[in-house]
Structure formats: C-alpha cells, structure tokens
C-alpha cells in the first residue's frame, strides 16, 4: 500500500537543521491500522504532515514514499492536491477546530467535493447523510455549524469528512489526544469499524504519544525516537514482549490501574529527549539507555529482524 524507504524531512532554522525525521523506512500494508508512537517531539506529526505537503521551513531531504508505487514525495502543490482525501487524507494532529466556523458541515462537505470534480450534489447529500448514520450522528448534523458541536461529535465530523472521497490511506494524527475516555472509546471503535466492517479505507495510520492505546486498535506498531524508527513489530510482539531499550521503558512509563502512587513511583524515562538540531552520536538513545556500551556511542545501529516481521535497531540484537 504505502512504502517509505529511508525518509529524511528536516527543517531548516537560522541554526542549522532540526533533524526530525531521519532515515525512516516502514510499509503500511491494506487492511491495517499501523500505530506510530514515541515521545513528543520525536518527529510522528513531521513524518506524516510531509507525505501530504511540505511547506518550508519543512524539507524533503531524501529518501521516498511510494503509494501504490508512485513516489508522492516527487509531486507538487496541485498534483497533491488532486490525490488528497480520494488517495491519502490526514486528520491533522489539532484540527478539531479546523473546520470552517462559517460554514455548515453539508457547505463543507460540498466545497471539498466540487473541488475533487464531483457534479452532482444529491449523490454527495446522500454520502453525506450515510457516513453520519455510521458515526451515530443525526442527519441534523448536516445543517449545523462547527461550533454547535460538541469536541467528541466534532472528532466524529472530522472523521466523516476526511473519509467521505473513499481515501486508500487514513492518517489520524493524535485524534483522541483532546477527548474524553468515552469519546476516545468511541472514536478508536469507529476507526475500526471504518477499515475493518465497512471497508471505507483499506489502511489506517494512526499516531498518538500514548503506546497504550494502540494495544487495542493496532495490527502492527512502529516506534520512534528522536527522529528515528527503533523497533517495528506486531502490536502483540511489542506490547508483550518489547526489546528495544526505549520501547521497553515507554511502556513502563504508562500509569497502570490500581497502582498506589504513594508506595510505588511512576517509572519515568531518565533524562530528556534530545535536541533534534543536534542529535546524540551513535544510537540517539544512548545518553538516556541504562544499556548503552562503547558501540552506541560511536556508531548508529541498523534495523534488525530479531524474529519474523520484528525489526529492532539496537546494538544489543546484532547478529
Ligand atoms: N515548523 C517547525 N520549525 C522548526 N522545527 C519544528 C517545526 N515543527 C516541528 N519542529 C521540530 O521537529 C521535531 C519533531 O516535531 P513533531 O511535531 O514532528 O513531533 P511529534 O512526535 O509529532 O510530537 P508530539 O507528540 O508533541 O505531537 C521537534 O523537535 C520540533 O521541535
Ligand atoms: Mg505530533
């Protein structure tokens, strides 16, 4: 479905380039949700924001991402525009206000639609009417505007309308962060119902700092640090059984049910995330790694397959 071979996108400030995405290869294969999580600032919304459109101070420093074998990371401005929401749609990490506050939901809907070519608006209407049945909205909803909607019912409009051109690729960058735990129920049921039921998109890329979400939506999970893929696996293989250093200490970083706080601290990640305009030598995590040898500092390792369809990037796992 979609291939991203060594992908490089930094942004270029007065002091150098901030390397937030580099080197970065995985595939989203149809018919799955592929998690991406990682710290804030680990690089997640740039890698996917540049997919779609790269506006400086954001470059495409290397590497391609080839949709259905053609590399989107050649096209420009119009001819991006022409394979957004009918190809590839992202919901944009904040976007729950992006939608236009003058405007009703069927006057957007519309909008979007003419600009794709389509002619005739009852077809749209009915699309329309469909899609809100399917997130458990009212047809009313149509006639609203933005703001007369609530944040979950909101989320749920933005879902209806990046989906409503049938994209191959849904890109859902932290679209629970903001929700409630029963709206972020609802929406995780509704990404899967849309791939897994309904066959609206045939892959699901969904991004959230929260690894332990994507326990219960994800077929197959990447994880990233400092601009940087460290360990891609099945979800059950990293939930379970995480090798990599950061992997490992991202999922004991999550608060657990029933946990006293008080006889038990949190285990937080020691030290910070480092600067992306210059990272760490070596393997980026080595400051932070209650692992790390003479190797890590000097030398980046390579992505491994440990074990069948589980690539790791350590130096621990070589060989
Ligand atoms: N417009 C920009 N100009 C310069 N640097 C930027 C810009 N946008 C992001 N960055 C930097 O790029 C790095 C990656 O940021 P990005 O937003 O991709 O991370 P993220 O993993 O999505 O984080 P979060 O979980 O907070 O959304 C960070 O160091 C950030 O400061
Ligand atoms: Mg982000």
């Not at 729950?96 to 939901?105: G, S």
């Not at 994209?167 to 960058?173: M, T, V």
């Not at 029933?258 to 480092?274: C, D, T, W």
Request: net charge neutral.
């Amino acid at each position: 479905m979609l291939r991203v071979n060594d992908l490089k996108v930094y942004y270029k400030t007065p002091s150098g380039y901030i390397k937030a995405v580099d080197g970065v290869s995985f595939e989203v294969k149809k018919g799955e949700i592929f998690g991406i999580a990682g710290e804030s600032g680990c690089g997640k919304s740039t890698l996917v924001n540049s997919l779609i459109l790269r506006k400086p101070p954001m470059i495409h420093m290397g590497g391609e991402a080839l949709l259905e074998g053609k590399d989107i990371m050649t096209l420009d401005e119009k001819e991006y525009r022409k394979i957004r929401y009918t190809k590839i749609s992202i919901i944009p990490q904040y976007s729950l206000n992006a939608l236009n506050p003058t405007k009703k939901i069927r006057e957007i809907v519309w909008d979007l639609a003419k600009e794709h070519g389509y002619t005739d608006k009852e077809e749209i209407e009915s699309k329309l009417r469909e899609r809100l049945r399917m997130v458990s909205l009212s047809e009313q909803v149509a006639n609203m505007y933005p703001i007369e909607l609530s944040g979950g019912m909101k989320q749920r409009v933005v879902m209806v309308v990046s989906t409503l051109l049938d994209p191959k690729i849904l890109i859902a960058d932290e679209i629970t962060s903001a929700l409630d735990v029963t709206n972020q129920r609802i929406i995780l049921e509704l990404l899967y119902y849309f791939i897994k039921e309904e066959k609206i998109v045939d892959s699901i890329i969904f991004i959230t700092h929260d690894i332990g979400l994507l326990d219960k939506i994800a077929d197959r999970i990447m994880v990233m640090y400092a601009g940087k893929a460290v360990e891609i696996g099945p979800t059950e293989k990293i939930i379970n059984k995480p090798t990599h250093p950061y992997t490992q200490l991202l999922l004991n970083s999550l608060p657990r049910l029933g946990i006293n706080y008080e006889k038990e601290r949190l285990q937080g990640i020691p030290g910070e995330p480092p600067a992306l305009l210059k990272p760490p030598s070596g393997c980026r995590l080595h400051p932070r790694c209650p692992y790390a040898t003479d190797i890590c500092t000097m030398k980046e390792p390579e992505m491994i397959e440990i074990e069948k369809s589980h690539f790791v990037a350590c130096h621990m796992y070589r060989g």
